[in-house]
């Protein structure tokens, strides 16, 4: 059993940036991988990013290539999402999710076997 708690959202002005946190507790965490989602209101949930349990592989959504970075510290049980040159479009709640088949190829939700409750994150123009 994993159980993931977000931090980090906020209000950001357009071209800010942020990072949020997805701190992990239970066993096994580092043999994880975690993804982010983000769900906008109104809209269905959606791939971010995705790490691999031991931080040797990622993958991005189009949306968010090249502003965007997902990493790991196992040390800390905690996935990070580094978020810079943020536009409006990109206020949603952002949610991160673990799976225990260790790979970042995983993009669907119902892929993920635990959820955190999600954080907001508001970006102004």
């Known amino acids: 059993q994993v159980q993931l708690v977000e931090s980090g959202g906020g209000l950001v002005l357009d071209g800010g940036s942020l990072r949020l946190s997805c701190a992990a507790s239970?066993?096994?965490?580092?043999?994880?991988?975690v993804g982010w989602f983000r769900q906008a209101p109104g809209a269905e949930r959606k791939f971010v990013a995705a790490?691999?349990?031991?931080?040797?592989?990622?993958h991005y959504a189009d949306s968010v290539k090249g502003r965007f970075t997902i990493s790991r510290d196992n040390a800390k049980n905690t996935v990070y999402l580094q978020m810079n040159s943020l536009k409006v479009e990109d206020t949603a709640v952002y949610y991160c999710?673990?799976?225990?088949?260790?790979?970042?190829?995983?993009?669907?939700?119902?892929?993920?076997?635990?959820w955190g409750q999600g954080t907001q994150v508001t970006v102004s123009s």
């Open positions: 790490i691999s349990w031991n931080g040797g592989t990622s």
């Open positions: 999710a673990a799976h225990d088949r260790g790979i970042a190829t995983l993009k669907n939700t119902y892929e993920y076997n635990y």
């Open positions: 239970g066993r096994a965490f580092s043999s994880y991988a």
